[in-house]
């Protein structure tokens, strides 16, 4: 997962038409992943892990909200904010932003990982899936707000190996802790990401055509993880 943030080096050799063709229906397909694993997978194995009460929903409930307050207060939008005088800022807020957000996204892989080895390929698989086009969005941010190429890559990465200090400090605590509630605010993070920073970005264009593929993408992704779900039931 630290490795996907080198990503956004494509931007470098990628032609700018291109990237933008292929980036939105990239966005539409994590936003179908990330919603497919908290629905398909990440839910019902919370509800069979700690039970169907409320706790379960709470957790969820959470997770959603911790993300909502996370992003008022960095002020990180995925819509990529250019004009001049934001870009310097923007670009400190992004690397904060993924950082904590990688963080979070090793604890909650991690726990999927205990609780069941498919459950937690799936988590990750939903959260790679998103990794991506936001690396490559927030790499060209970086460049844009007067980074150098070398740096922009190694802060990335950087703020990528939090999400190896997340694993780890979930490793650690699960000897001493119930680490399983991790899994329903981790889909409660997912849920968030999913409808309210990805699904807006793929709902703006006039362009039939593209709202099209946009929408198919995310179906796919939705698809993907229903699939998986349904080839590989998670032992419990």
């Known amino acids: 997962m630290s490795m996907i943030a080198l990503v956004g080096s494509l931007t470098l050799i990628l032609k700018q038409e291109t990237l933008n063709k292929v980036l939105l ?40 909200l911790i ?52 459950l937690g390929i799936t988590a990750w698989l939903a959260a790679a899936a998103h990794e991506v086009p936001q690396e490559l969005g927030d790499f060209a941010i970086l460049l844009h707000g007067g980074w150098s190429k070398s740096a922009a890559l190694l802060y990335n990465f950087l703020s990528g190996l939090m999400f190896l200090v997340g694993g780890l400090v979930v490793y650690a605590l699960s000897t001493t802790i119930n680490v399983d509630f991790l899994v329903p605010f981790a889909a409660g993070n997912f849920l968030y990401i999913g409808a309210a920073d990805l699904i ?8 039939v055509q593209e709202n099209l593929i946009h929408f198919v993408a995310f179906v796919l992704g939705l698809a993907v993880l229903l699939a998986m779900r349904l080839a590989f039931p998670h032992a419990h």
């Open 25 to 64: 229906p990239l966005v539409a397909f994590a936003a179908g992943s990330l919603i497919g694993g908290a629905l398909f997978h990440m839910i019902p194995a919370s509800v069979h892990v700690m039970g169907n009460n409320l706790s379960v929903y709470l957790w969820i409930v959470a997770g959603f």
């Open 67 to 118: 993300f909502l307050a996370l992003e008022q207060f960095l002020n990180w939008h995925h819509s990529h904010q250019t004009d001049a005088d934001k870009r310097e800022p923007l670009t400190y807020l992004i690397l904060i932003a993924d950082g904590l957000h990688n963080f979070i996204g090793g604890l909650f892989v991690a726990a999927s990982f205990l609780i069941d080895v498919r």
């Open 200 to 207: 807006p970005e793929i709902k703006k264009s006039s362009q």
